[in-house]
């Protein structure tokens, strides 16, 4: 499974592709840097056809994600995800996986939010909550595969997969709690539409004017949310609350203890362990090791004291390791993950 995470074709392996379900969607090959129509989708896809192609040095086909396709995927990821690993290698499982949320996180995020969007958002979390909780392989293949640039959509989908990894390994187990902690970690920086682009994009520091506008971006969120849909309190509370601090030193409310929900303090850390994990066009991306140490000392006394050691722990779950044959994430996650530097950490 390869990602593409700059247009809207995924790409499947043909090493891993299934010949005996029918995909109900067209098939495209790449050529020369252009999708062309391989096979629509009322015609089989063969063995033979996938040896021929595997023959002729084919190795990915591509499926296109619009609106109506995004559906029968969706509908087709179930399937392929209950598939035992042996058939459907957990990398592209979660190759696959990601790149659908990542469909619908484009939409939510870059589109005006409407309830229809809103409740593909939360059914695609449904699918992602059902398949964490059914593979211990699940998670450590994910990691492997998120893409680390500095797009918003990969920022939202990155720390929606890191929540709900975070808030699994510190208990929460409930399938309903864990989907509000996706869809509220997908939707955290909504409220970022209303913030002008060029200042989102600004490489130097905000101005004070600019802070007072970017404070605001919590609450701007809660009000699109509320006007689009009926959410939980619990998924309103994260993206309200992302923010505030423990000691009173966050926004838009400076909010302190008790005052601050536990959801939205795993949405704070992880937002900012993907910030700074992911490059910028102006500052390259801090290893894993160097992002918890940092964030070990800069959270101290801001969130509850359990987070930042459940992530140190939970990235480097024993499983991890099995998993990390791809070279992409041993780069990426190899120096947390594979030789136990979270002893190092002392958490
Ligand atoms: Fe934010």
Redesign the pocket.
């Known amino acids: 499974m390869i990602l593409n995470g700059e247009n809207d074709y995924v790409a499947l392996d043909l090493r891993s592709l299934r010949t005996d379900l029918s995909l109900t969607c067209d098939l495209y090959i790449k050529e020369e840097g252009q999708y062309v129509l391989y096979r629509e989708a009322s015609l089989p896809f063969t063995p033979a056809d996938r040896e021929r192609l595997l023959e002729s040095g084919v190795s990915n086909l591509w499926v296109r994600i619009s609106v109506d396709e995004d559906v029968l995927l969706q509908q087709h990821l179930t399937v392929l995800l209950s598939l035992p690993d042996e058939e459907m290698p957990p990398l592209a499982k979660a190759g696959l996986l990601y790149s659908s949320v990542m469909g619908i996180t484009r939409r939510a995020i870059a589109g005006s939010l409407s309830k229809e969007i809103l409740a593909d958002v939360d059914e695609m979390v449904g699918v992602t909550v059902d398949y964490l909780t059914r593979s211990q392989t699940a998670f450590p293949a994910l990691l492997c595969v998120m893409l680390h640039d500095f797009s918003v959509y990969t920022h939202s989908l990155n720390v929606a997969v890191y929540a709900l990894g975070l808030g699994k390994f510190l208990g929460v187990t409930d399938h309903q709690s864990l989907r509000h902690l996706g869809v509220g970690a997908i939707l955290?920086?909504v409220g970022?539409a209303r913030v002008p682009k060029d200042m989102l994009s600004k490489r130097g520091k905000l101005s004070p004017e600019e802070w007072a506008i970017m404070r605001q971006?919590?609450e701007w969120g809660t009000e699109i949310l509320s006007t689009a849909a009926d959410l939980e309190d619990d998924v309103l509370a994260i993206i309200a609350q992302?923010?505030e601090r423990l000691d009173g030193s966050g926004y838009p409310r400076g909010l302190t203890g008790e005052k601050i929900q536990m959801f939205a303090m795993i949405v704070a850390l992880v937002?900012a362990y993907d910030a700074m994990t992911c490059g910028r066009p102006y500052r390259k991306a801090r290893m894993p090791f160097d992002a918890l140490s940092l964030l070990k000392t800069e959270m101290h006394g801001k969130l509850d004291p359990a987070l930042v050691p459940g992530l140190v722990h939970f990235l480097g779950d024993p499983f991890a390791p099995v998993l990390l044959e791809s070279e992409r994430c041993c780069q990426h996650h190899g120096d947390v993950l594979a030789d136990g530097s979270q002893d190092q950490l002392q958490v």
């Open positions: 955290h920086d970022k971006h919590p992302h923010h937002d």
